[in-house]
């Protein structure tokens, strides 16, 4: 069974950092698409960040430049490290995998149909 637990979310203020982490089990977490999502109150869920199995990387335009995703194969832990927060980041943290299979299927990284397993999320609040 697929289990995808966040953490390392909390409050900063404008321009501070926060690293968030994706522990993952219960699959081959090498060979899945990874993604990073967020989804603020009121709004819908949006793609931040996502890395495939062949290393390349998708980023949102919102946060190119600030925001960094990673993966460590050997933990079987995905990364998102964030700097010069902005209070428009404010929101739940989602990280999501999939085999795959949706890519393939036709859907982009950053789409949430792209992936079929999420976490329960991890909150970030930026203040000004």
């Known amino acids: 069974q697929v289990q995808l637990v966040e953490s390392g979310g909390g409050s900063v203020q404008t321009g501070g950092s926060l690293r968030l982490s994706c522990a993952a089990s219960g699959y081959t977490f090498s060979q899945y698409l990874l993604g990073w999502f967020r989804q603020a109150p009121g709004k819908e869920r949006e793609g931040v960040a996502a890395i495939d199995t062949d290393g390349s990387m998708s980023y949102a335009d919102s946060v190119k430049g600030r925001f960094t995703i990673s993966k460590d194969n050997a933990k079987n832990t995905l990364y998102l490290q964030m700097n010069s927060l902005k209070p428009e980041d404010t929101a739940m943290y989602y990280c999501?995998?999939?085999?795959?299979?949706?890519?393939?299927?036709?859907?982009?990284?950053?789409?949430?149909?792209?992936?079929?397993?999420w976490g329960q999320g991890t909150q970030v609040t930026v203040s000004s």
């Open positions: 999501a995998a999939d085999t795959r299979f949706r890519i393939r299927m036709g859907w982009a990284p950053l789409q949430t149909s792209a992936y079929f397993y």
